[in-house]
């Protein structure tokens, strides 16, 4: 595990919700304009609730700039599995951050690829990200950085494996109607952040988040770039975090 690395245990998921809420708020008030990457899933509900609930009148919600983290590939712009909707509905929206301040992946561009080189070069301008704050696939993927992925990556267009194609059938009642393909910011893009924080929960993720933060550096496992780079704040229940402490 790398020295730089913080690792908060909440005991309860209302602990965990709170704690990540206060943790982005404390982040974001300490930088100008943030640019921030916030993630989809089941993991940050909790927090996006929090902040809503504990943080929707702070000041820094009308200058914060987002990007969007991952999104599925080749949805129209108003189907309701696009992360951009589910971010704005659970986030974005209650906490009034200006429809100007978001960079959004266009799941439905002609060419998908030519979507990642705008979002790379829209990163080149006005990034790097102040803070990337994600969650973790069952397979270590971050975003969308699929196991294989090169750490040099920028926003790219993939297919999705199987076993994100699984784990995602819960957000929309089986696997028949996960998308196949997506689209990510890269793992180039994500380790330049100037602040990182990890979101882990249950006994599912307990695993892999070993493997992610003592295990090898390797692309088998994308998460363990995170060994890597500095101002790492990972998140965990105790669920999460047995094999960690
Ligand atoms: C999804 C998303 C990721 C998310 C991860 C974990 O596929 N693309 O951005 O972090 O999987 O999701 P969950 O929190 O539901 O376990």
């Not at 979507?115 to 975003?143: F, T």
Request: net charge negative.
């Amino acid at each position: 595990m790398s020295s730089g690395m913080r690792i908060i245990v909440a005991e309860d998921e209302q602990e965990f919700n709170l704690r990540a809420a206060s943790l982005v708020v404390e982040t974001l008030e300490s930088l100008n304009n943030p640019l921030v990457t916030f993630p989809t899933g089941m993991t940050p509900l909790g927090m996006y609730r929090a902040l809503v609930a504990e943080y929707r009148d702070r000041p820094l919600w009308r200058t914060l700039r987002f990007v969007s983290l991952d999104e599925y590939a080749g949805l129209p712009p108003d189907d309701p599995r696009l992360f951009s909707l589910w971010v704005a509905k659970e986030c974005l929206d209650p906490l009034s951050v200006p429809l100007e301040n978001r960079m959004c992946f266009v799941s439905n561009a002609s060419d998908i690829d030519a979507e990642a080189r705008r979002m790379n070069e829209w990163l080149l301008i006005h990034g790097p990200l102040d803070l990337a704050v994600v969650g973790i696939g069952s397979n270590g993927h971050i975003a969308f950085n699929e196991p294989g992925t090169a750490f040099e990556s920028g926003a790219h267009a993939l297919a999705l494996t199987p076993e994100s194609i699984r784990s995602n059938a819960r957000y929309w009642g089986g696997e028949d109607h996960v998308p196949r393909h997506g689209i990510t910011l890269g793992l180039a893009n994500l380790a330049a952040a100037r602040h990182t924080i990890v979101l882990a929960s249950g006994a599912g993720k307990s695993d892999i988040l070993a493997r992610a933060l003592t295990g090898p550096v390797t692309v088998d496992v994308p998460a363990s770039y995170l060994q890597t780079i500095s101002n790492v704040s990972i998140l965990a229940d105790k669920a999460a975090a047995q094999y960690i402490i």
